[in-house]
């Protein structure tokens, strides 16, 4: 699963046979790649310097 272009195809094909079945079809819906991190606090009142 690390390949994108095999995900890629598989997605495709898979929504081709969707199509040709009659099917609606919406996406694919991309993942997101964006990450956000957050600090927090490790012990929230007695030991904050931990």
Not at 7 to 29: K, N
Request: proline fraction near 8%.
């Amino acid at each position: 699963a690390f390949d994108h272009k095999l995900i890629d195809a598989s997605t495709q094909e898979i929504v081709e046979t969707a199509r040709r079945t009659g099917a609606q079809v919406r996406g694919p819906i991309p993942l997101p790649t964006k990450k956000e991190k957050f600090t927090i606090l490790v012990s929230p009142h007695v030991n904050k310097d931990a």
